[in-house]
């Protein structure tokens, strides 16, 4: 029961140019989405996250979009950069919740 | 400033053993959670602790994986006669509060190995 899906499972963007990561939910109660960055052989690392009050949050170069009529999230970072290479697992949790619950991940290459 | 600490990092053990993975969360933050990822998949929630106290267990498999988070010390995660399927990784995180806006904290993970 993947209630947090990421169907891309790499993509690829040349340096300088936008990536667009996509994450889709199917429950209604989550309320609350993170993105987090991972390299190989390491734990992940907390990139942004938004509360479903926002449609949008921005922190330098990445900014995430939440719309939640469609029950879908995106993360931009622009402009990539090679070390932006990793994979990014968004995740989302509701209020009423303990736990987290993680896409599969996209893996992202920057290409210089 | 030391972030969230695993150990060990690499553990292998044969089918039968027991493995004790460890997690020492960020100074100040009293909240742990342990998630399990196998090859290709995403993070898969297990149990979340607070000091002396599981607060949910509904990741943990029933039989073989038990938790603790004692008063002193850190977090521990065992399990016993692990078999090949447990082959995987598995990650700590902490974070200061539970809430609805809580940010998670994650270890470096311990990559379990069954032969």
């Known amino acids: 029961d993947q209630q947090v899906k990421q169907n891309s499972p790499s993509l690829s963007v040349q340096e300088g140019r936008i990536s667009i990561l996509n994450c889709d939910y199917t429950n209604s109660m989550f309320d609350y989405f993170l993105w987090y960055k991972k390299y190989p052989a390491e734990g992940p690392t907390f990139l942004i996250s938004i509360s479903s009050i926002k449609d949008k949050n921005e922190d330098g170069r990445f900014t995430v979009f939440l719309n939640k009529s469609a029950k879908h999230l995106s993360l931009h970072i622009v402009p990539s950069q090679p070390g932006d290479s990793a994979v990014y697992f968004c995740?989302?949790?509701?209020?009423?919740?303990?736990?987290?619950?993680f896409g599969t991940g996209t893996s992202l290459t920057v290409i210089p | 400033n030391a972030g969230v600490m695993q150990n060990p990092r690499h553990l292998v053990r044969r089918r039968g053993q027991e493995a004790r993975l460890r997690c020492s969360p960020m100074k100040g933050h009293s909240h742990v959670y342990w998630y399990r990822q196998l090859p290709e998949e995403g993070l898969k929630f297990m149990v979340y602790l607070q000091k002396e106290n599981i607060i949910d267990e509904s990741g943990m498999p029933k039989e073989r994986f038990s938790a603790e988070f004692p008063k002193e010390g850190p977090s521990i995660l065992r399990i016993q006669q692990v078999v090949r399927g447990d082959s995987a990784a598995y990650f700590c995180a902490s974070s200061p509060r539970q809430g609805s806006q809580e940010t998670q904290y994650f270890g470096p993970g311990t990559r379990l190995l069954v032969l």
């Open positions: 995740a989302a949790r509701a209020n009423t919740g303990n736990q987290f619950y």
